[in-house]
């Protein structure tokens, strides 16, 4: 059944990466950056004060209540979802399918219509989890079913845990392949000390994935009865994270990554990142929960404490770990490939010119021009930085740090929704307890709504 599953994936995924068009010529119609051509920045530019515009951070949004279940309710600010959910964790799941009913049944259904008409490739990703489920913690399943329970319609248990599962199937799918499918997702930066212009920490996750599913992300402010409360942006209908930070400081992120040890028996990655922010006191547990638990597949992920600026990545394949920890001062980045000599056997190559080599480059240029001066502005400014180093000027593309692959395909076609361009973006201060992050695509575009969920 899972080389069958796999196959039939594959081969979705083989004839969609078929059609699209080389990346050798830029597109006819440039990127929309929404202001007059004469206000569009230098296409010569090279610093990221000249390339993008400053970053609106909206610090005192516009929240509207909408609706209240139970201990949870869930607010618009700013035209963002922002929910609230507490107590124990079928509690919190039941509040969060009452109160995103709509989104998460409409994210459901288009996964089972629009990407997958005929239900047959559906059904065999709902049969993946079996492998996976006894490796969830309890109070995540139980979560997952008071969700099902909230949403009190025809969305499943089984498509739920396939959902929170997504990442981890597409990470064995590119094992299958064995290397044809390349990842280009996600860009992680922490900067600290002598690099920020305060001394303080600050950390930045850059999310690129499928334009299809930008619609339906949210922040979700989460105050479990065990472990700590958090903040985190997502998809609507995950319990899992990309990206959250802890009411003590702790900040996690991950970036997609591609190793030949990959297994479909390990933890889920968004339930363990989660597991880590929940549950961790310090970088040190959270770099534990990460080592203690059977993994699925290659990842980076990275964790911060603001009040003690320390930043760790470790970067994991099913079976390895390796850390690494301000290798160019006193700032890390990590995108999709290993940095960590002993991880490098486990790395399913990439050439020089691709985009996670691209884009770790650029981020480390940035960092040292701008070394000492990194505040919350300038760390959005970086985040939405559009010079592409493969051809020494700027253009929002594949290999830039914010993406805008969308750009070469008539937008609300198939081939325009299966690309990826940045969003969410996320930018942390800890010790301020400050959470910005956009959730609309072409995330270098728009505002960031700015919070403080624990003050």
Not at 171 to 180: E, H, L, P, S, T
Not at 348 to 357: C, D, F, N, R
């Amino acid at each position: 059944m899972r080389a069958f599953m796999l196959t039939v994936l594959s081969v979705t995924m083989v004839f969609v990466a078929a059609c699209e068009p080389s990346s050798d010529e830029w597109p006819v119609e440039p990127a929309d950056l929404n202001s007059p051509a004469s206000e569009r920045p230098d296409e010569t530019a090279n610093d990221a004060g000249d390339d993008n515009p400053a970053p609106d951070l909206d610090q005192w949004p516009n929240c509207t209540l909408v609706a209240r279940s139970g201990e949870g309710y869930l607010e618009m600010c700013n035209g963002v979802r922002v929910l609230h959910v507490s107590g124990s964790p079928y509690e919190m799941g039941y509040q969060m399918g009452e109160l995103l009913r709509e989104p998460v049944t409409e994210i459901i259904h288009l996964v089972r219509n629009y990407i997958d008409p005929w239900g047959a490739v559906w059904r065999l990703l709902q049969n993946v989890p079996v492998n996976l489920e006894p490796n969830i913690r309890p109070e995540f399943a139980e979560e997952m079913r008071g969700l099902v329970d909230g949403l009190n319609n025809d969305v499943t248990y089984e498509e739920i845990v396939a959902g929170n599962c997504l990442g981890d199937i597409f990470g064995a799918i590119r094992a299958f392949m064995d290397n044809y499918l390349d990842v280009e997702f996600c860009s992680l930066t922490a900067s600290w000390g002598d690099a920020t212009a305060d001394g303080e920490l600050i950390a930045t996750r850059n999310f690129d994935y499928m334009n299809l599913f930008h619609r339906f992300n949210y922040v979700a402010i989460v105050h479990p009865d065990e472990g700590h409360s958090f903040v985190h942006t997502g998809i609507t209908g995950l319990i899992g994270t990309h990206v959250g930070m802890s009411d003590i400081g702790i900040t996690g992120a991950l970036a997609y990554n591609s190793s030949y040890d990959s297994d479909m028996r390990g933890v889920p990655m968004l339930l363990l990142l989660r597991e880590a922010i929940q549950y961790s006191d310090s970088v040190e547990e959270a770099l534990d929960v990460i080592r203690a638990n059977d993994r699925t597949m290659g990842l980076n992920y990275m964790f911060t404490d603001g009040f003690t600026k320390e930043a760790e990545v470790i970067e994991v394949s099913g079976g390895k770990t390796a850390l690494r920890t301000g290798d160019m001062g006193d700032y890390v980045i990590a995108t999709n490939h290993y940095v960590a000599p002993e991880m490098i056997a486990e790395q399913k190559g990439y050439e020089p010119e691709h985009t996670t080599q691209c884009r770790y480059h650029r981020l480390n240029q940035l960092f040292e021009e701008h070394y000492g001066k990194i505040d919350l502005a300038l760390a959005g400014q970086i985040a939405r930085d559009h010079w592409d180093p493969s051809i020494n000027a700027i253009r929002p593309w594949r290999t830039t740090v914010c993406r805008h692959d969308d750009l070469e395909y008539t937008p609300g076609t198939i081939m325009a929704d299966f690309v990826s361009t940045t969003t969410p973006s996320v930018i942390m201060k800890p010790i301020d307890g400050e959470y910005c992050t956009t959730v609309s695509r072409h995330a270098c575009e728009m505002p960031y709504l700015c919070l403080r969920p624990f003050n």
